[in-house]
């Protein structure tokens, strides 16, 4: 049924882009800064014209008496894959077409008496406008197809890194730490601690959680990465001379499905028992109820000392050491997959510095997405503010995907079929 694309049927995933990364060089990045300026581009309205003239013939097809059993199967799932898409591009079709008349209508009201009449002209406008991004984004997100990963839970992970300062990296560890643990409040997810080493003076070494909720690593995917932090610190000579220090920690987040199949043989596995240490009153330090697994053919190590039971540490230690193993696994064939982007599935490599809290300017700095934010006291309390900026490079990611997929497909058709 030769619809497109020299005549064959596309893979279900309408945008074939499942190996998507954030970009550090795109030529887009000026032109598309957000899901509206790309909806205006020429190459997008030519393929959603397509897709929309596409499912008319899906459509008429499906009517037709001549097609067998399998063809209408095939047929009709295709129908279910571009039915939203095609809505949703009327739907805006539609809202820009009343756009366009307030705006002729709005021309013509310059008295003193249609005053009233104008306003309310310009606040329909504004309504229409709010409602074409609302559903310039749903549509992206229709296109790019849902990463594998997407609805599963996570570990994340927090460590320190080394400065010049003293305490600097690991007080902003623990705070970013909290964030996210506030973060995860804030979205009714569940946040289990799974190790937590506290720094001497207050801050944190190195701590893991478990989160699990409705697509946690979806929203968690991005953060993985080296986080900078530049601050004068509360005391010290460089209190009084108010000079900045800059510091860094690293974020991992590892997907972890809810079936990870990872086969571990007990003879790999070297299993220590140790006291717990930090917070948990009585019972720390009187029983050794932590565990440290490591596995000895890759030399992994994960640690677990949050629960009173020896049992329930040792388990949840193995549950971090399958989740690990399974990331090893997906980035090595991603990687033999992976040639022309960099690889971002939930860790990042850690010379990439994704982010910049700058206290002395109250300012936050995603490098990734050229996005500065202000207010990093509401950033790190892990609420709205935080959500914005994650959902402002959730958006960012789905424009490139878009991109990448209509410059690929535009290099195909200019090469003949």
Same mark, same amino acid.
Request: one cysteine or more; proline letters at 2%.
């Given at each position: 049924?030769?619809?497109?694309?020299?005549?064959?049927?596309?893979?279900?995933? @309408?945008?074939?882009?499942?190996?998507?990364?954030?970009?550090?060089?795109?030529?887009?990045?000026?032109?598309?800064?957000?899901?509206?300026?790309?909806?205006?581009?020429?190459?997008? #309205?030519?393929?959603?014209? $397509?897709?929309?003239?596409?499912?008319?013939?899906?459509?008429?097809?499906?009517?037709?008496?001549?097609?067998?059993?399998?063809?209408?199967?095939?047929?009709?799932?295709?129908?279910?894959?571009?039915?939203?898409?095609?809505?949703?591009?009327?739907?805006?079709?539609?809202?820009?077409?009343?756009?366009?008349?307030?705006?002729?209508?709005?021309?013509?009201?310059?008295?003193?008496?249609?005053?009233?009449?104008?306003?309310?002209?310009?606040?329909?406008?504004?309504?229409?406008?709010?409602?074409?991004?609302?559903?310039?984004? !749903?549509?992206?997100?229709? @296109?790019?197809?849902?990463?594998?990963?997407?609805?599963?839970?996570?570990?994340?992970?927090?460590?320190?890194?080394?400065?010049?300062?003293?305490?600097?990296?690991?007080?902003?560890?623990?705070?970013?730490?909290?964030?996210?643990?506030?973060?995860?409040?804030?979205?009714?997810?569940?946040?289990?601690?799974?190790?937590? $080493? /506290?720094?001497?003076?207050?801050? @944190?070494?190195?701590?893991?959680?478990?989160?699990?909720?409705?697509?946690?690593?979806?929203?968690?995917?991005?953060?993985?990465?080296?986080?900078?932090?530049?601050?004068?610190?509360? $005391?010290?000579?460089?209190?009084?001379?108010?000079?900045?220090?800059?510091? $860094?920690?690293?974020?991992?987040?590892? /997907?972890?499905?809810?079936?990870?199949?990872?086969?571990?043989?007990?003879?790999?596995?070297?299993?220590?028992?140790?006291?717990?240490?930090?917070?948990?009153?009585?019972?720390?330090? !009187?029983?050794?109820?932590?565990?440290?697994?490591?596995?000895?053919?890759?030399?992994?190590?994960?640690?677990?000392?949050?629960?009173?039971?020896?049992?329930?540490?040792?388990?949840?230690?193995?549950?971090?050491?399958?989740?690990?193993?399974?990331?090893?696994?997906?980035?090595?064939?991603?990687?033999?997959?992976?040639?022309?982007? !960099?690889?971002?599935?939930?860790?990042?490599?850690?010379?990439?510095?994704?982010?910049?809290?700058?206290?002395? #300017?109250?300012?936050?700095?995603?490098?990734?997405?050229?996005?500065?934010?202000?207010?990093?006291?509401?950033?790190?309390?892990?609420?709205?503010?935080?959500? !914005?900026?994650?959902?402002?490079?959730?958006?960012?990611?789905?424009?490139?995907?878009?991109?990448?997929?209509?410059?690929?497909?535009?290099?195909?058709?200019?090469?003949?079929?």
């Amino acid at each position: 049924v030769g619809l497109y694309n020299c005549g064959f049927w596309r893979p279900e995933s @309408l945008l074939d882009t499942a190996r998507f990364a954030l970009s550090f060089n795109s030529q887009y990045r000026k032109k598309h800064q957000d899901s509206r300026a790309l909806w205006k581009h020429e190459a997008v #309205q030519k393929y959603l014209e $397509t897709l929309s003239k596409e499912y008319q013939q899906v459509n008429h097809l499906l009517n037709a008496d001549s097609i067998n059993d399998f063809e209408q199967r095939t047929l009709r799932r295709r129908c279910a894959n571009l039915s939203p898409i095609a809505a949703a591009f009327q739907e805006i079709k539609e809202a820009e077409r009343e756009v366009l008349e307030l705006e002729a209508m709005c021309r013509e009201l310059d008295s003193r008496d249609e005053k009233q009449l104008l306003e309310l002209a310009l606040e329909e406008k504004e309504t229409l406008d709010k409602k074409i991004n609302t559903l310039c984004r !749903k549509l992206f997100q229709l @296109l790019v197809p849902k990463e594998k990963y997407d609805k599963s839970h996570v570990i994340l992970e927090v460590t320190a890194g080394r400065t010049t300062g003293g305490d600097i990296c690991q007080q902003f560890t623990k705070e970013m730490f909290e964030m996210y643990q506030n973060y995860a409040d804030y979205k009714r997810w569940t946040f289990d601690v799974v190790n937590y $080493t /506290p720094a001497e003076i207050g801050g @944190l070494h190195h701590a893991a959680a478990h989160i699990s909720g409705d697509d946690v690593y979806r929203h968690l995917k991005y953060e993985g990465g080296t986080h900078r932090v530049q601050r004068i610190p509360e $005391t010290g000579l460089s209190s009084r001379m108010q000079r900045i220090h800059t510091g $860094t920690m690293s974020v991992i987040v590892l /997907p972890q499905p809810e079936e990870v199949d990872v086969k571990v043989d007990p003879k790999d596995l070297r299993i220590d028992t140790f006291r717990a240490k930090g917070a948990g009153g009585q019972h720390v330090n !009187k029983t050794d109820s932590a565990v440290r697994i490591v596995h000895l053919p890759t030399g992994l190590a994960v640690e677990c000392q949050q629960e009173r039971s020896q049992q329930l540490n040792k388990e949840i230690a193995l549950r971090t050491l399958r989740a690990k193993l399974y990331q090893q696994i997906v980035e090595k064939q991603l990687s033999q997959e992976q040639s022309a982007r !960099k690889l971002q599935l939930g860790t990042r490599a850690q010379s990439e510095r994704v982010r910049t809290y700058n206290f002395t #300017q109250d300012r936050v700095t995603d490098h990734r997405i050229s996005y500065d934010a202000r207010n990093i006291k509401e950033i790190l309390s892990g609420k709205e503010a935080l959500d !914005k900026l994650i959902n402002r490079l959730l958006e960012f990611a789905e424009i490139e995907a878009v991109t990448e997929y209509l410059e690929n497909l535009q290099a195909s058709e200019g090469g003949g079929c």
